[in-house]
Protein backbone atom coordinates (compact mmCIF):
# COMPACT_ATOMS: atom_id res chain seq x y z
CA UNK A 1 0.00 0.00 0.00
CA UNK A 2 1.59 2.91 -0.88
CA UNK A 3 0.51 6.46 0.95
CA UNK A 4 0.83 9.37 -0.99
CA UNK A 5 2.63 12.68 1.15
CA UNK A 6 0.05 15.01 2.06
CA UNK A 7 0.06 18.43 3.90
CA UNK A 8 -3.37 17.30 5.74
CA UNK A 9 -1.38 17.31 9.60
CA UNK A 10 -0.71 21.02 8.82
CA UNK A 11 -3.92 22.06 7.20
CA UNK A 12 -6.25 20.58 10.01
CA UNK A 13 -5.74 23.32 12.52
CA UNK A 14 -5.69 26.24 10.46
CA UNK A 15 -8.89 24.18 7.93
CA UNK A 16 -10.98 24.11 11.43
CA UNK A 17 -10.70 27.42 12.46
CA UNK A 18 -11.37 28.71 8.90
CA UNK A 19 -14.28 26.51 7.35
CA UNK A 20 -17.69 27.47 6.75
CA UNK A 21 -16.57 30.94 6.17
CA UNK A 22 -15.68 30.29 2.63
CA UNK A 23 -16.62 27.79 -0.16
CA UNK A 24 -14.28 24.52 -0.07
CA UNK A 25 -12.09 26.01 -2.66
CA UNK A 26 -11.57 29.31 -0.83
CA UNK A 27 -10.73 27.31 2.64
CA UNK A 28 -7.96 25.22 1.00
CA UNK A 29 -6.15 28.39 -0.35
CA UNK A 30 -6.64 30.30 1.89
CA UNK A 31 -5.37 27.08 4.98
CA UNK A 32 -2.24 27.20 2.32
CA UNK A 33 -1.57 30.68 2.58
CA UNK A 34 -2.07 30.71 6.54
CA UNK A 35 0.88 27.72 6.15
CA UNK A 36 3.08 30.25 4.57
CA UNK A 37 2.60 32.77 6.85
CA UNK A 38 3.39 30.59 9.28
CA UNK A 39 6.52 29.40 7.70
CA UNK A 40 7.68 32.79 7.51
CA UNK A 41 7.11 33.68 11.13
CA UNK A 42 9.07 30.09 11.55
CA UNK A 43 12.07 31.39 9.31
CA UNK A 44 11.48 28.67 7.09
CA UNK A 45 10.73 30.92 4.34
CA UNK A 46 13.10 33.59 2.46
CA UNK A 47 12.05 36.18 0.15
CA UNK A 48 15.59 37.66 0.08
CA UNK A 49 19.14 37.03 0.15
CA UNK A 50 20.16 34.57 2.87
CA UNK A 51 20.68 31.83 3.97
CA UNK A 52 17.83 28.50 4.66
CA UNK A 53 18.53 25.10 6.80
CA UNK A 54 16.02 23.58 8.90
CA UNK A 55 16.98 20.96 11.83
CA UNK A 56 14.85 18.52 10.51
CA UNK A 57 15.96 18.32 6.81
CA UNK A 58 19.37 17.96 5.25
CA UNK A 59 18.82 20.34 2.57
CA UNK A 60 20.57 23.68 2.73
CA UNK A 61 19.62 26.60 0.57
CA UNK A 62 21.72 29.72 -0.37
CA UNK A 63 20.08 32.71 -1.77
CA UNK A 64 21.61 35.90 -3.60
CA UNK A 65 20.39 38.94 -5.49
CA UNK A 66 22.42 42.18 -6.92
CA UNK A 67 20.37 45.15 -8.54
CA UNK A 68 22.15 45.78 -12.01
CA UNK A 69 22.46 48.99 -14.02
CA UNK A 70 18.69 49.12 -15.32
CA UNK A 71 17.13 50.36 -12.44
CA UNK A 72 15.47 48.88 -9.86
CA UNK A 73 16.21 45.19 -8.93
CA UNK A 74 12.92 43.27 -11.03
CA UNK A 75 14.30 39.22 -9.58
CA UNK A 76 12.52 37.67 -7.02
CA UNK A 77 13.17 34.76 -5.37
CA UNK A 78 12.04 32.73 -2.37
CA UNK A 79 12.58 29.76 -0.63
CA UNK A 80 10.25 27.65 1.44
CA UNK A 81 11.60 24.80 3.66
CA UNK A 82 9.01 22.11 5.07
CA UNK A 83 7.27 23.07 2.31
CA UNK A 84 3.52 22.36 3.08
CA UNK A 85 4.33 21.44 6.63
CA UNK A 86 6.21 18.61 4.88
CA UNK A 87 9.47 17.74 6.74
CA UNK A 88 10.86 16.24 3.45
CA UNK A 89 10.30 19.05 1.19
CA UNK A 90 11.24 22.36 -0.23
CA UNK A 91 10.55 24.45 -2.57
CA UNK A 92 12.63 27.07 -4.56
CA UNK A 93 12.14 29.63 -7.08
CA UNK A 94 13.15 32.48 -8.98
CA UNK A 95 11.44 34.93 -11.11
CA UNK A 96 13.16 37.81 -13.50
CA UNK A 97 10.76 40.22 -14.16
CA UNK A 98 10.79 42.77 -17.31
CA UNK A 99 8.75 45.40 -18.46
CA UNK A 100 7.73 49.15 -16.95
CA UNK A 101 6.20 47.05 -14.41
CA UNK A 102 8.08 43.97 -14.36
CA UNK A 103 9.40 44.12 -10.69
CA UNK A 104 5.88 44.36 -9.61
CA UNK A 105 4.55 41.05 -12.25
CA UNK A 106 7.72 39.02 -10.41
CA UNK A 107 6.74 39.76 -7.14
CA UNK A 108 3.41 38.68 -7.01
CA UNK A 109 3.88 35.83 -8.91
CA UNK A 110 6.73 34.85 -6.66
CA UNK A 111 4.49 35.59 -3.92
CA UNK A 112 1.09 33.62 -5.30
CA UNK A 113 2.98 30.50 -7.10
CA UNK A 114 3.78 28.40 -3.64
CA UNK A 115 0.36 29.12 -1.54
CA UNK A 116 -1.74 28.48 -5.57
CA UNK A 117 0.33 24.81 -5.76
CA UNK A 118 -0.26 23.69 -2.82
CA UNK A 119 -4.25 24.49 -3.06
CA UNK A 120 -3.80 22.51 -6.13
CA UNK A 121 -1.63 19.68 -4.89
CA UNK A 122 -4.18 18.73 -2.10
CA UNK A 123 -7.24 18.91 -4.84
CA UNK A 124 -5.26 16.59 -6.96
CA UNK A 125 -4.43 14.51 -3.76
CA UNK A 126 -7.86 14.21 -2.90
CA UNK A 127 -9.24 13.59 -6.80
CA UNK A 128 -6.81 10.67 -7.17
CA UNK A 129 -6.76 7.43 -5.72
CA UNK A 130 -4.39 7.80 -2.82
CA UNK A 131 -4.82 4.25 -1.74
CA UNK A 132 -3.58 2.56 -4.70
CA UNK A 133 -1.23 -0.62 -4.84
CA UNK A 134 2.09 -0.05 -6.89
CA UNK A 135 3.86 -2.82 -8.23
CA UNK A 136 6.86 -0.68 -8.84
CA UNK A 137 8.17 2.13 -7.01
CA UNK A 138 8.52 3.90 -10.70
CA UNK A 139 4.89 3.68 -11.44
CA UNK A 140 4.37 5.56 -7.89
CA UNK A 141 7.18 8.23 -8.75
CA UNK A 142 5.47 8.84 -12.29
CA UNK A 143 2.00 8.82 -10.37
CA UNK A 144 3.19 11.36 -8.27
CA UNK A 145 4.94 13.26 -10.74
CA UNK A 146 1.23 14.02 -12.61
CA UNK A 147 -0.23 15.19 -9.76
CA UNK A 148 2.49 18.18 -9.46
CA UNK A 149 2.44 18.34 -13.20
CA UNK A 150 -1.56 18.95 -13.40
CA UNK A 151 -1.10 20.97 -9.98
CA UNK A 152 1.83 23.13 -11.78
CA UNK A 153 -0.40 23.82 -15.12
CA UNK A 154 -3.70 24.79 -13.21
CA UNK A 155 -1.59 26.66 -10.69
CA UNK A 156 0.33 28.68 -13.89
CA UNK A 157 -3.10 29.36 -15.75
CA UNK A 158 -4.79 30.95 -13.11
CA UNK A 159 -2.00 33.19 -11.67
CA UNK A 160 -1.95 34.22 -15.15
CA UNK A 161 -5.10 35.32 -15.65
CA UNK A 162 -5.48 36.66 -12.24
CA UNK A 163 -2.36 39.24 -13.90
CA UNK A 164 -4.15 40.12 -16.80
CA UNK A 165 -7.66 41.45 -14.17
CA UNK A 166 -5.35 42.95 -11.69
CA UNK A 167 -6.22 46.40 -11.47
CA UNK A 168 -2.84 47.29 -9.69
CA UNK A 169 -0.35 45.77 -11.92
CA UNK A 170 0.08 46.82 -16.04
CA UNK A 171 1.08 43.57 -17.37
CA UNK A 172 0.35 44.52 -20.45
CA UNK A 173 3.43 45.52 -21.81
CA UNK A 174 5.32 43.16 -18.52
CA UNK A 175 5.84 40.10 -16.97
CA UNK A 176 8.59 37.51 -15.42
CA UNK A 177 10.28 34.39 -15.86
CA UNK A 178 9.62 31.44 -13.45
CA UNK A 179 12.08 28.58 -12.88
CA UNK A 180 10.89 26.85 -9.31
CA UNK A 181 11.94 23.31 -8.22
CA UNK A 182 10.30 21.12 -5.35
CA UNK A 183 12.58 18.66 -4.08
CA UNK A 184 10.13 16.00 -2.39
CA UNK A 185 12.68 13.23 -0.60
CA UNK A 186 14.46 12.19 -3.28
CA UNK A 187 12.68 13.20 -5.88
CA UNK A 188 12.70 16.42 -8.20
CA UNK A 189 9.73 18.50 -9.66
CA UNK A 190 11.12 21.35 -11.99
CA UNK A 191 8.91 23.86 -13.73
CA UNK A 192 10.12 26.72 -16.17
CA UNK A 193 8.31 29.34 -17.59
CA UNK A 194 11.00 31.79 -19.68
CA UNK A 195 15.27 31.65 -20.13
CA UNK A 196 16.11 31.63 -16.20
CA UNK A 197 17.55 28.00 -15.94
CA UNK A 198 18.06 25.35 -13.06
CA UNK A 199 21.27 23.62 -13.48
CA UNK A 200 22.46 20.24 -11.17
CA UNK A 201 25.81 19.79 -10.37
CA UNK A 202 26.24 15.70 -10.17
CA UNK A 203 29.25 12.95 -9.74
CA UNK A 204 30.82 11.33 -12.81
CA UNK A 205 32.05 8.06 -12.95
CA UNK A 206 35.91 9.62 -12.79
CA UNK A 207 34.94 11.59 -9.62
CA UNK A 208 35.07 15.26 -11.31
CA UNK A 209 31.95 17.45 -10.93
CA UNK A 210 29.88 18.01 -14.14
CA UNK A 211 26.81 20.30 -14.84
CA UNK A 212 23.59 18.83 -16.24
CA UNK A 213 20.98 21.39 -17.37
CA UNK A 214 17.40 20.70 -15.79
CA UNK A 215 15.66 23.20 -17.88
CA UNK A 216 15.19 24.51 -21.85
CA UNK A 217 16.15 28.34 -22.62
CA UNK A 218 12.64 29.45 -23.97
CA UNK A 219 13.62 31.19 -26.37
CA UNK A 220 11.47 33.09 -29.32
CA UNK A 221 14.01 31.24 -31.92
CA UNK A 222 13.50 27.18 -30.92
CA UNK A 223 11.53 25.54 -33.69
CA UNK A 224 8.71 24.23 -31.88
CA UNK A 225 8.34 27.48 -30.11
CA UNK A 226 8.67 29.87 -33.47
CA UNK A 227 5.97 27.67 -34.96
CA UNK A 228 3.76 28.06 -32.18
CA UNK A 229 4.45 31.77 -32.05
CA UNK A 230 4.04 31.79 -35.90
CA UNK A 231 0.78 29.95 -36.33
CA UNK A 232 -1.16 32.55 -33.94
CA UNK A 233 0.17 35.37 -36.31
CA UNK A 234 2.72 36.36 -34.07
CA UNK A 235 6.30 37.11 -35.65
CA UNK A 236 9.83 36.23 -35.03
CA UNK A 237 12.92 37.89 -36.14
CA UNK A 238 16.15 39.99 -35.38
CA UNK A 239 16.52 43.67 -34.89
CA UNK A 240 19.86 44.60 -37.44
CA UNK A 241 21.86 46.06 -34.29
CA UNK A 242 20.79 42.86 -32.40
CA UNK A 243 21.89 39.48 -35.21
CA UNK A 244 21.11 36.61 -32.95
CA UNK A 245 18.81 38.27 -30.68
CA UNK A 246 15.13 36.58 -31.66
CA UNK A 247 11.96 38.57 -30.29
CA UNK A 248 8.36 38.14 -30.51
CA UNK A 249 6.82 40.26 -32.07
CA UNK A 250 2.87 41.50 -32.73
CA UNK A 251 1.84 41.10 -36.43
CA UNK A 252 2.73 44.96 -36.82
CA UNK A 253 6.36 44.18 -36.21
CA UNK A 254 6.60 46.96 -33.71
CA UNK A 255 6.07 45.61 -30.49
CA UNK A 256 6.92 44.27 -28.02
CA UNK A 257 10.39 42.90 -29.02
CA UNK A 258 9.90 40.20 -26.43
CA UNK A 259 13.36 37.72 -26.26
CA UNK A 260 11.14 35.40 -24.77
CA UNK A 261 8.65 32.39 -25.98
CA UNK A 262 7.17 31.92 -22.64
CA UNK A 263 6.27 34.65 -20.15
CA UNK A 264 3.94 35.35 -17.08
CA UNK A 265 2.16 38.60 -18.26
CA UNK A 266 2.95 40.38 -21.12
CA UNK A 267 -0.34 40.00 -22.43
CA UNK A 268 -0.01 42.11 -25.49
CA UNK A 269 1.45 39.20 -26.85
CA UNK A 270 -0.55 36.26 -25.45
CA UNK A 271 -3.16 36.19 -28.31
CA UNK A 272 0.44 35.69 -30.64
CA UNK A 273 1.77 32.92 -29.65
CA UNK A 274 3.48 33.63 -25.71
CA UNK A 275 2.53 31.25 -23.57
CA UNK A 276 2.55 30.87 -19.86
CA UNK A 277 2.50 27.08 -19.72
CA UNK A 278 5.27 25.71 -17.67
CA UNK A 279 7.89 22.88 -19.16
CA UNK A 280 7.57 20.39 -16.00
CA UNK A 281 10.24 17.99 -15.67
CA UNK A 282 11.07 15.13 -13.06
CA UNK A 283 14.05 13.63 -11.73
CA UNK A 284 15.33 11.19 -9.46
CA UNK A 285 18.02 12.13 -6.91
CA UNK A 286 21.02 9.82 -6.51
CA UNK A 287 23.75 10.03 -4.05
CA UNK A 288 25.93 11.26 -6.79
CA UNK A 289 23.98 14.71 -7.14
CA UNK A 290 25.41 16.97 -5.06
CA UNK A 291 23.54 20.26 -5.71
CA UNK A 292 21.21 22.10 -7.88
CA UNK A 293 21.50 25.96 -9.07
CA UNK A 294 18.46 27.97 -9.87
CA UNK A 295 19.68 31.73 -11.89
CA UNK A 296 18.34 34.18 -14.04
CA UNK A 297 20.05 35.12 -17.08
CA UNK A 298 22.08 37.88 -15.49
CA UNK A 299 23.93 35.23 -14.16
CA UNK A 300 23.98 32.58 -17.40
CA UNK A 301 24.45 35.20 -20.10
CA UNK A 302 28.37 35.51 -18.66
CA UNK A 303 28.88 32.48 -16.89
CA UNK A 304 28.51 28.45 -18.55
CA UNK A 305 26.67 25.30 -16.49
CA UNK A 306 30.22 24.72 -15.97
CA UNK A 307 31.97 27.79 -14.65
CA UNK A 308 28.88 28.08 -12.30
CA UNK A 309 28.92 24.44 -10.97
CA UNK A 310 33.06 25.29 -9.98
CA UNK A 311 32.44 28.32 -8.38
CA UNK A 312 29.84 26.51 -6.18
CA UNK A 313 31.43 23.60 -5.57
CA UNK A 314 35.07 25.38 -4.73
CA UNK A 315 33.17 28.30 -1.84
CA UNK A 316 34.24 26.79 1.40
CA UNK A 317 31.10 28.02 3.15
CA UNK A 318 28.19 27.07 1.55
CA UNK A 319 26.46 30.16 2.90
CA UNK A 320 28.84 32.26 0.44
CA UNK A 321 27.54 29.94 -2.60
CA UNK A 322 24.79 31.99 -4.21
CA UNK A 323 26.44 35.09 -3.11
CA UNK A 324 30.33 33.83 -4.72
CA UNK A 325 28.33 32.97 -7.63
CA UNK A 326 27.22 37.10 -8.40
CA UNK A 327 29.65 37.93 -7.45
CA UNK A 328 31.61 36.08 -9.98
CA UNK A 329 28.92 37.26 -12.39
CA UNK A 330 29.10 40.16 -11.72
CA UNK A 331 32.77 40.62 -12.47
CA UNK A 332 32.28 38.76 -15.83
CA UNK A 333 29.92 41.41 -16.86
CA UNK A 334 32.33 44.32 -16.52
CA UNK A 335 34.60 42.56 -19.06
CA UNK A 336 32.97 40.21 -21.29
CA UNK A 337 29.50 42.98 -21.97
CA UNK A 338 31.29 45.92 -21.78
CA UNK A 339 29.93 49.21 -22.57
CA UNK A 340 26.46 47.00 -22.10
CA UNK A 341 24.04 47.95 -18.79
CA UNK A 342 24.43 45.23 -16.28
CA UNK A 343 21.68 42.81 -15.78
CA UNK A 344 20.10 41.85 -12.64
CA UNK A 345 21.63 38.83 -10.89
CA UNK A 346 20.24 36.72 -8.88
CA UNK A 347 20.72 32.67 -7.78
CA UNK A 348 19.76 29.69 -5.28
CA UNK A 349 22.09 27.21 -4.62
CA UNK A 350 20.02 23.88 -2.66
CA UNK A 351 22.50 21.39 -1.30
CA UNK A 352 21.21 17.76 -1.39
CA UNK A 353 23.73 16.35 1.43
CA UNK A 354 25.16 17.47 4.80
CA UNK A 355 28.29 19.58 4.69
CA UNK A 356 31.43 17.13 4.25
CA UNK A 357 33.26 17.36 8.27
CA UNK A 358 36.58 17.32 6.40
CA UNK A 359 38.46 20.46 5.73
CA UNK A 360 38.49 22.47 2.44
CA UNK A 361 41.85 21.18 0.26
CA UNK A 362 44.31 23.99 0.45
CA UNK A 363 44.67 23.00 -3.27
CA UNK A 364 40.92 23.44 -3.89
CA UNK A 365 40.77 27.10 -2.42
CA UNK A 366 43.12 27.57 -4.62
CA UNK A 367 42.11 26.92 -7.78
CA UNK A 368 38.98 28.65 -6.13
CA UNK A 369 40.94 31.69 -6.36
CA UNK A 370 42.53 31.56 -10.07
CA UNK A 371 39.05 31.15 -10.99
CA UNK A 372 37.75 34.29 -9.25
CA UNK A 373 40.63 35.97 -10.79
CA UNK A 374 39.83 34.63 -14.52
CA UNK A 375 35.72 35.73 -13.98
Not at 31 to 46: C, F, S, W, Y
Not at 221 to 228: G, H, K, Q, S, V
Amino acid sequence: MVLFPSFHDGLSRIISTIKGRNSQKDTGKEAAEALAKDARKNELMLSSSGNVKSSKSDNFASVCSKRGQKGINQDSSVVWEGFGSQDDMIFCGIFDGHGPWGHFVSKKVRESVPSLLLCNWQENLALTSLGMDFEMDLDRNLHQFDIWKQSYLKTYAAIDQELKQNRKIDSFFSGTTAVTIIKQGENLVIANVGDSRAVLATTSIDGSLVPLQLTIDFKPNLPEEAERITQSKGRVFCLHDEPGVYRVWMPNGKTPGLSLSRAFGDHCVKDFGLVSEPDVTRRNISSRDQFVILATDGVWDVISNQEAVQVVSLTPDREESAKRLVECAGRAWRYKKKGIAMDDISAICLFFHPSPSQQIDPQLISSQADMMKAL
